[in-house]
């Protein structure tokens, strides 16, 4: 961490810039859009559409494995395998497709309108939220709920409460459960306390919850176990048939042991189907943690942001937002949300093209003296975390900001 | 929404079965993995594998489908919403389907023509392959063969107007019904001839059909005073007539004044808008999606006025046939551009590109 600009309160990053830099700027970031609109075709549909194939196999494969899940091979083999597929359907996949990337193809099933993923958020609930209200207000402080979700203190600017001293603890509760966290963070208390949401609303949006956790309870922990179940105990029962014994009493054999193995297979890939969907929650929690809540980004009051320009949004966009930096199947496992930066200027672009536009936008921000906020998965973690800590308590100052991007030559930390 | 396909006729028990067993899936179906092992299993639209591609001429090609599931049948004369991929795009087209229904192996064909600036033509005149999977949606139309089938029929077709055309002649052929047919068409030259050698054939075949070609290259166009030569009864005959507007119109009016105008059948695929029907005088449109808000001058559909208003709605055909632009309309009344009806009720669907508002309208879109 070298060559910092070190000041209590960050100037704005954009207050070096005139209303006619913000335009011309704006103008720079929308021809970069034009440009990959104009370009896509053939080779991104094949890319999501092989995306969501090989998901789909990875479930097929897993959930087959998980069929012998009282094996601890099959059980650990199907387990990883169906992590693997949540995380995708998650992120790569739903995430991006409810964005409306995708849209651009005209299929009626890779499609915002009718999309519905492996989550407990609804589609209707989250596009909303996230969609509009996350990346209309992001990161201006008592707009954007996203900025701690309401329950966490992640800026020093939000006011201390002693509840905050739990949030070390909360924290990892909403890691480990993070889908259910997001759904019941969709319901938007603000506006249910303030009013803004008829009782209707409520009601609709508490059912669709319910729907959606039905579904995945009855599929992960009845369903699937149930076969599970059903392939051990008729495998089992076939082998101890097959067991050269007495006749006395061998049906009694059989069912005893069709039904321990059953029994045992049931419960062993209930708890795989369980720790995919931990291990997809925990994944997800730490991309989107990232994204926004690492020491690099800025925040906003709404006095800032008052008659912003489009301009002012770009910049308030690339400056909110923070880039993980890791392998190409990193970026896929995190839906291509290590391009934070690029998926805030322009969200409904397929996220294939982030990596690509990514030199682009940096040369934006080196002109322009705007800062490009990336780094290491484990330094933005570990900062993220350490804000967490941090901010349970009173008090707490801007973490520094590491000013202009200025090239690759000049590492930012 | 984009477009989909008609719900293809799956057998109940298989239907039944994938019921059974959707809480596995959710909040997919078993048809989205089905389907990565064969797309045409899909049981939410029908879709149809490319057998055969024929070129008739140098930019008209038959292409040869077979359906996923049992083709649910169409009448001759009508056409096929159709729906291709094209640099990643979902595109959906209406083509007159040229096959007959009665087809013993279950194929569908059609036969596009090129159009040089077109996006779909191109692909199935040149892209296309056996084996491409393509997306059927609904059969429409009314321009079929009457019930009974007529015993005398005259067709009168020109270029790529023959392809309804076609359906006829090869389901009559079928049936043994070509006693006393006359066919009049016209191409601008002999390679322009779609469906050359079928047509040859069936004449062959037949001592009651009778071809007459016309290279309008070399003779020139028909005109209406040429049927009495060509064809002395024709004044009692059912006559299908499919071609150019130009053709159309000449020969509407010939029958309107010196024919039985009920006898008459044919095929307009660009409708009349702005034509002798009623245009009304327009009106306003709110759309309360978007907050958008036009006004439609006499004869604008709906769909014209709000792009010129700046608003951003769904369209395919643009001429009434694929149902991709509907809105529910939630107040007022609109006028058919086609037709000049002026209808309308709360809830009902309309396309907004041949209908135009009648007075104030609010529509969900």
Sequence with gaps: ?413 | MAELGATPKVPKLRRKALHSVRSLFTPLLPDDYLELINPLWSTRELRGRIERIDHETLDAATVLIRPGFEWPGHRPGQYLRIGVVVDGVHHWRAYSLTSEPERPDGCISITPKLVEAGKVSPYFVHGARPGDVVRLGGVEGMFVLPDPLPEKPLFISAGSGITPIMSMIRSLHRADALGDAVHLHSARSAEDVIFADALSQIDFAHEGYKLDLRLTGEQGRIAPGDLDRLCPDWRERHAFLSGPAGMLDALSEHWQREGDRELLHMERFQPVIGGEEGEGDGGTVRFTRSGVEARCESGTPILVGGEQAGATLPFGCRMGICHTCVGKLCRGEVRDLRTGRVHGSEGEMVRTCVNAPEGPIEIAL
């Design chain 1, 1 to 413: 961490m070298n060559a910092m600009t070190t000041t209590a309160e960050p100037v704005s990053p954009l207050a070096h810039l005139s209303a006619e830099q913000l335009d011309e700027l704006a103008r720079e970031f929308d021809a970069i859009r034009d440009r990959v609109a104009a370009d896509l075709g053939e080779r991104d549909r094949r890319y999501i559409e092989s995306m969501i194939a090989m998901q789909r196999r990875l479930a097929v494969g897993g959930r087959m494995a998980l069929l012998f899940a009282r094996h601890r091979p099959a059980q650990a083999a199907g387990a990883t395998a169906l992590s693997m597929a949540k995380i995708l359907e998650n992120m790569e996949i739903g995430h991006n497709v409810l964005h409306g990337q995708w849209d651009w193809m005209n299929d009626p099933r890779i499609n915002s309108s009718t999309w519905d993923w492996d989550t407990a958020s609804t589609a209707e609930a989250w596009k909303h939220s996230h969609n509009y209200v996350h990346h209309t207000f992001t990161n201006i402080l008592g707009k954007d709920k996203d900025l701690g979700y309401e329950i966490m203190r992640i800026d020093p600017q939000q006011k201390w409460h002693p509840v905050y001293l739990l949030q070390p603890l909360y924290n990892l509760l909403l890691m480990a459960f993070f889908e259910w966290g997001v759904a019941v963070h969709d319901l938007d208390f603000e506006a249910i306390r303030s009013g803004r949401k008829s009782k209707a609303q409520i009601k609709r949006e508490l059912a669709g919850i319910r729907d959606k956790a039905k579904s995945q309870i009855i599929k992960d922990y009845l369903a699937w176990p149930l076969l599970s179940a059903l392939a051990t105990a008729a495998l089992d029962g076939a082998l101890e048939a097959r067991r050269p014994g007495r006749r006395r009493g061998r049906a009694g054999r059989i069912v005893r042991r069709a039904l321990s193995g059953g029994g045992a297979s049931f419960r062993s890939a209930a708890a795989a189907n369980a720790s995919a969907n931990i291990v997809r929650n925990i994944w997800a929690y730490a991309i989107i943690f990232c994204g926004h809540f690492p020491d690099q980004t800025y925040t906003f009051t709404q006095e800032e942001v008052e008659d912003e320009s489009p301009g002012g949004w770009y910049v308030r966009q690339l400056a909110g937002a923070a880039n993980i930096e890791g392998s190409p199947l990193f970026h896929v496992a995190s839906g291509n949300l290590g391009y934070q930066v690029e998926h805030h200027l322009f969200p409904d672009l397929p996220s294939t093209r982030y990596a690509e536009i990514a030199p682009q936008v940096k040369q934006v921000c080196e002109r322009y003296g705007l800062p490009y906020n990336s780094g290491p998965f484990s330094q933005q973690l570990g900062m993220v975390q350490r804000t967490i800590l941090r901010l349970a308590f009173p008090g707490g100052s801007q973490r520094p900001k590491p000013g202009p991007y200025r090239g690759e030559d000049h590492p930012v930390l």
